[in-house]
């Protein structure tokens, strides 16, 4: 295994990135509400929006328009995250204008990213979770071999083509030279249950994919969310699906943190 220079984050016990192979499984709404149910548990959590080409965590807490506090503290410039819902949160979303489209190559974005972590004034974090875009590209790259990792969450939805892209994401952290356990896998999306019909499941992406792909992957099948309108509707208005009312959600997030913690 090769050696790299890794970033210090002084205060920050646990880091976890979230991870699939291809985007609209809905990693970052897993990501965002993993993180939400972590610091009910009354936990110091942080989480980190490392896609840079497409951030969408500010959307999903509703700040959008927050501008993080900057300041110089030993001619070192220092970001201080943006807080809500017991999550202090940073993303790239924060610091360019709102719409504006990022067009970097590969290397300057793994610049940033890294920059990202090492001039936030993070504090005294339980729980860090990283947001990671889809794919195995030079972020996942640069955070894996610098950060010191817990380990890693795959997100996948039950059918095939999500599953093969999943097991790439996998097989970049099993790589001999990287060699980041795998914590578990997510199923979103496992069955749709309509509106006041929770005993209702109909699986429309397939079933067991999550099952099969922890079983392969030699982890464990860390929790399956359903697809309900009220999540996405939640996000959409910058709320957890704690701020909703359906309780099969809620608890499908609470067993997941049980079983990570």
Known sequence: MINFEKINLPGVKNIIVVASGKGGVGKSTVSANLAVALARQGLSVALVDADIYGP???????????????????NQE??????????????????????QGLIWR???????????FENTQWGNIDYMIIDFPPGTGDIQLTTVQKLNLLGAIIVTTPQEIALNDARKALSM????????????????????????HSEEKYYIFGKGGGEKLATESNSILLGQIPLVVEVGEAAEKGLSVYSQNNNIVVDAFDKIVEKLI
């Open 173 to 196: 952290f099993t790589n001999a030279d990287i060699n980041i356990p795998i914590l578990g896998i997510i199923e979103n999306m496992s069955w749709f249950t309509p509106n006041n």
């Open 78 to 99: 220092l970001i201080f995250p943006i807080e809500k819902n017991g999550v202090k949160m940073i993303s790239i979303g924060f610091l360019v204008p709102k719409g």
């Open 106 to 116: 590969g290397p300057m974005a793994a610049k940033v990213i890294t920059q990202l």
């Open 56 to 74: 969408s965590i500010p959307k999903m807490f509703g700040v959008e328009n927050a501008i993080p506090e900057v300041s110089a503290i030993e």
